[in-house]
């Protein structure tokens, strides 16, 4: 009688003793963060709570969890809970995945930026350190990607990354670094021209690296408004090249040069500044792109409209449109007509 009493209270003392394990823990205001890592078990999750002071007993939680057949619909994440809430309450956080809400940073690169544009921009916003975003510009050390093996490391480049950070609007986690954010900006880039139908072939059939064909593309996007026009600009740009003996006297490139852009270029900027970059002073291409071109200047560029033009001057209308010429004389007779034209 005596052993079945000491059992009958041995069993008592070990049900009350889990009833109690089981119970909530003492109620807190203070949230609690944790997170669970992907492929986490049961058991790590259970001990995660415990230490946390959101359970008491690690392995009746897992015991509990088995009675349930719960556990194998858990996500991982970033999770708060308060001191307090019952199992039943936690495993229907955790099989929902109700995760904290990560915050985020969200800005714009507009088409035709430059990258010192784009670091201003961004350190206005609070989002980079200037000085930073334009080092990693000029060194690409720790980024990882294929383009990178296509640009050239020329010491004639003002920065490597010029015209490779597509321009678009992005949304990353609230602190990312400066590598994170030219990270996904070139990763951008990178996954747009391979949308391009048959890219390499296009690029192949120009005869064209793809440092030259982006360098192109940001001429056009720096010189051109209208959309429909895009292809014709990179036609004249690819004829006057053709020539052989046609410097591209391109105002963009003096604008770039002078760093911030001015309303209205005199004879003297144009050849003010010594530069392979300056097309009024150089034969050929620029060393390198001039600003962030957008999707429609790359394709622009990738298949021109085949014309004879060698000129285009800019219509004085306010319609952003050009006048077109085959000859330096033709040329001469529309910049009268555009001067015509002004307001």
């Not at 007993?57 to 019952?86: C, D, H, I, M, W």
């Not at 408004?225 to 895009?230: A, F």
């Not at 060698?310 to 219509?315: A, D, G, I, P």
Request: glycine fraction near 8%; hydrophobic fraction near 40%; avoid cysteine.
């Amino acid at each position: 009688m005596i052993i079945v009493i000491a059992i009958i209270v041995a069993v008592g003392a070990a049900g009350a003793y889990i009833y109690n394990e089981m119970q909530p823990v003492k109620s807190s205001e203070q949230v609690v963060k944790f997170t669970i890592e992907p492929g986490v078990g049961t058991s790590g999750i259970a001990d995660i709570l415990e230490d946390q002071g959101l359970i008491k007993n690690s392995f009746l939680f897992v015991s509990y969890l088995k009675l349930k057949s719960e556990g194998t619909r858990f996500q991982a994440g970033v999770y708060e809970l308060q001191p307090g809430v019952t199992y039943d309450e936690i495993i229907a956080k955790l099989n929902s995945g109700d995760v904290v809400k990560t915050e985020m940073i969200k800005f714009t690169i507009p088409e035709g930026f430059t990258v010192t544009q784009m670091g201003d921009k961004l350190a206005e916003e609070g989002i980079v350190n200037k000085d930073s975003f334009l080092k990693l510009a000029k060194d690409p050390t720790g980024l990882n990607n294929e383009l990178l093996g296509l640009v050239p490391a020329d010491s004639k480049l003002m920065y490597r990354l010029e015209g490779y950070l597509f321009p678009e609007t992005y949304e990353l986690k609230k602190g990312s670094s400066e590598l994170d954010i030219i990270q996904r900006m070139l990763d951008e880039m990178e996954k747009r021209l391979g949308q391009i139908p048959n890219f390499e072939d296009k690029l192949k059939a120009r005869g064209l690296t793809l440092n030259e064909l982006m360098t192109v593309a940001s001429l056009v996007e720096r010189e051109v408004v209208v959309d429909s026009e895009r292809s014709i600009v990179a036609g004249v740009i690819y004829n006057r090249l053709a020539t052989g003996n046609m410097k591209l006297e391109i105002d963009a490139t003096v604008q770039y040069l002078l760093g911030k852009p001015k309303e209205r270029l005199m004879n003297s900027d144009l050849r003010k500044v010594d530069s392979p970059y300056n097309t009024y002073l150089y034969l050929g291409l620029p060393p390198g792109p001039i600003a962030a071109p957008s999707l429609k200047s790359i394709e622009a560029s990738l298949e021109p409209k085949s014309s004879e033009y060698l000129f285009y001057v800019t219509k004085k209308d306010g319609s952003g449109e050009h006048l077109f010429a085959k000859t330096y004389k033709e040329h001469l007779k529309n910049i009268e007509k555009s001067k015509a034209m002004a307001k």
